[in-house]
């Protein structure tokens, strides 16, 4: 399995195979027709399945999200491609309260099995409209799946499992990882939604993290390494439903966890996992589990202001240091 | 129109201009963090609409605002300082080139969210009206914008409530790469008007002539207390939607034709032809526009950058 490529390229080949097998796949959102997207997402793809499966949409979020949901409900299989997680709040409403709970308030009379693609997540200076990381929004909605990849082989294979799936589920790609390289087979694979992969084994601390920050904390892994500290790094993957055995049992082996997580510390997806792991393995502790996330801010335009917000490898390794030494 | 008012336009768009052009340049030079979206060509719409405005007079703006901030009286260092990140910047460093703010000549904010500024203009409007005031809002937005939920709700509530907003779409012809004859099945936005019951007028964006002359009858309807006004101006987005866009989605020849049709060559001609200026007026003018851009520059690039821990002020932050 020599074949190196960009996550972004990853993506692309996974929804491309799926257009390919099912006709009933099809991609809508602004940008996504001719241009191939902001990120060349979907780069060729209106010559390979022309403009109605490669679908140019007006600036219409909600419209974007509702019809995707309408279509699904018609035997269609949309990717709805929203651009920036921040502007999925325009479509909450089509999301959250109606492709989500359709399913069950139709006691399952009705399926719908869209993918809401968005990208997340820091970059440069994208200020406080383009750099939200709002998984735990949807983390809050029952119905919805979430899915943050941080390889490129996981990108491909959770995005044919998140297309296959029967309901919805959101998938981010954090734009900080869009050029990173990695093994990813020619052969189309599904990843299963909801299983968590070790991405680095370690026997002082676990730390769960993910998208971007499963990258950084990597970086911090071999710093500490060389400082003698060997830790586990767990990558949900998926955030719900979420792989509560893998982490529960790294957990139990280290005794130590800390939740990386570019979100917000309360009531997301880190204090989540703070809260299962005091729940379900307080006996097997050997510290109180810590989170490190964005602080709680609207995240600021200007460089210095900006790295101070967001976790990076050397907080990660601080964090990490600080519970290693109480 | 008289010559003052004349000149007064043509200073205000080579302003914009060259203030655009100079954080084209800083962008390549590393001084700006994020791509901006400039607004070179569409400035006859700014300088058009907010000739007519107050002091107290208010606008809402896009993530393409740096015209409508600098036509409405924002000093231009205060905004080149803020895209280029800097402590003296409008917002302190913590908006940037989408979130340009100065409460105290009336730029209530341009948004990085296409759309979110429409909703917030019809409720200054709503509140210029409850405080009795004869004050208007203004909304810049563009074609991409008008197929958004926001500008629906906003205008049949504008209309409802007889509220002082003035709707601008500017409509350069681009949402991103998609043309707006891939978005609109209509030719012109400005007859969605009549659909929520205001005027609705579409003019040449790119004459500074026409677009002053709709927006003082429609000044005149909002501060009459008569209601809301949609301006849709036609015109043309020079650059890539951001810099560093390729845009290739377009043809050279396009944009080359569209550079034929530059708003400052016409007013220029205009008012040489009918004697308001001369070459020499005109050059000193530019030099005169070059020589402030030069000094904002240099006022940005000796400002300090903001604190990194300034970015938990008014954050929220319980801790
Ligand atoms: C709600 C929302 N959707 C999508 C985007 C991404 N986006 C930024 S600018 C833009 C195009 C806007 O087009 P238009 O309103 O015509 O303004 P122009 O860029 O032409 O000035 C898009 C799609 C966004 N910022 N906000
Ligand atoms: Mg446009």
């Excluded at chain 1, 796949?25 to 060729?44: A, D, I, L, R, Y």
Aim: hydrophobic share 40%.
């Amino acid at each position: 399995m020599a074949r190196r490529i960009r996550f972004v390229e990853a993506l692309r080949e996974g929804m491309r195979q799926e257009m390919e097998r099912d006709p009933s796949v099809f991609v809508m959102g602004e940008g996504v027709g001719p241009h191939g997207s902001c990120f060349k997402q979907t780069e060729n793809f209106t010559n390979l399945f022309g403009i109605d499966r490669s679908r140019d949409t007006p600036i219409s979020e909600l419209a974007i999200a509702g019809a995707a949901a309408g279509a699904a409900m018609m035997g269609m299989r949309p990717i709805a491609d929203l651009m920036w997680i921040d502007f999925s709040m325009l479509a909450m409403d089509q999301i959250c309260n109606q492709a989500a709970k359709l399913p069950y308030i139709s006691n399952g009379q009705v399926k719908t099995p869209v993918v809401y693609r968005m990208t997340t997540g820091k970059s440069k200076s994208n200020a406080a409209h383009h750099s939200g990381s709002f998984y735990s929004w949807f983390i809050n909605t029952p119905g919805l799946k979430v899915v943050v990849p941080s390889t490129p082989y996981d990108a491909k294979g959770l995005i044919i499992s998140a297309i296959r799936d029967d309901g919805p589920v959101i998938y981010l790609e954090h734009k900080l990882l869009l050029n990173n390289r990695g093994e990813v087979p020619e052969e189309p694979y599904e990843i299963p939604l909801g299983v968590a992969d070790i991405k680095r084994e370690g026997t002082d601390l676990t730390v769960v993290a993910t998208g971007a920050m499963t990258v950084f904390t990597m970086t911090a892994a071999q710093k500490l390494e060389k400082e003698g500290v060997s830790i586990e790094i767990i990558d949900p993957r998926t955030l719900m439903p979420y792989d509560k055995d893998t982490i529960l049992a790294s957990v139990r082996k280290t005794g130590r966890l800390l939740a990386v997580d570019e979100g917000y510390r309360y009531c997301g997806f880190g204090s989540e996992m703070v809260a299962m792991t005091a729940e379900n393995a307080w006996d097997a502790l050997k510290q109180p589990p810590r989170q490190l996330t964005t602080m709680h801010t609207t995240i600021p335009f200007s460089p210095p202001m900006e790295d101070y917000v967001f976790p990076n490898p050397d907080r990660i390794a601080d964090a990490v240091r600080s519970m290693m030494q109480s | 129109m008289d010559t003052i008012t004349q000149i007064r336009l043509l200073e205000t768009m080579l302003r914009v201009r060259k203030a655009e052009l100079q954080l084209a340049i800083m962008y390549k030079n590393g001084k700006v963090p994020c791509a901006a979206h400039l607004y070179e060509g569409q400035e006859a719409i700014a300088a058009g609409i907010c000739d007519h405005l107050r002091h107290d007079d208010c606008i809402t703006s896009t993530h393409r605002g740096h015209g409508h901030c600098i036509a409405k009286g924002m000093p231009i260092k205060k905004m080149i300082a803020e895209v280029s990140a800097k402590k003296t910047g409008c917002c302190g460093g913590k908006g940037g080139t989408m979130h340009l703010f100065m409460p105290e000549v009336g730029v209530m904010g341009t948004v990085g969210i296409v759309g979110g500024g429409i909703p917030i203009a019809t409720g200054i409007g709503l509140a210029m009206k409850m405080q009795n005031t004869d004050r208007v809002a203004v909304s810049f937005f563009g074609d991409g914008a008008a197929n958004n939920g926001s500008f629906h709700e906003s205008l049949n509530l504008a209309a409802l409530w007889k509220l002082p907003v003035i709707y601008i779409c500017e409509n350069n012809l681009y949402a991103t790469s998609v043309a707006v004859w891939r978005s609109t099945p209509i030719p012109d936005i400005g007859i969605r008007g009549s659909a929520y019951g205001m005027p609705g007028v579409t003019v040449d964006g790119n004459h500074v002539d026409e677009v002053y002359a709709a927006m003082e009858t429609a000044v005149a309807r909002g501060r009459a207390g008569e209601g809301p006004t949609l301006i849709e101006c036609k015109t043309y987005r020079i650059r890539g939607h951001f810099e560093g866009d390729d845009a290739f989605y377009r043809t050279k020849e396009e944009v080359a034709e569209a550079r034929k049709r530059d708003p400052i060559d016409y007013w220029k001609a205009h008012l040489i032809a009918n004697g308001a200026i001369t070459e020499e007026t005109f050059e000193a003018m530019s030099a005169k526009a070059d020589e402030e851009v030069a000094e904002a520059a240099a006022f940005a690039d000796a400002s300090p950058y903001p604190e990194p821990e300034s970015a938990l002020l008014l954050s929220g932050n319980p801790a």
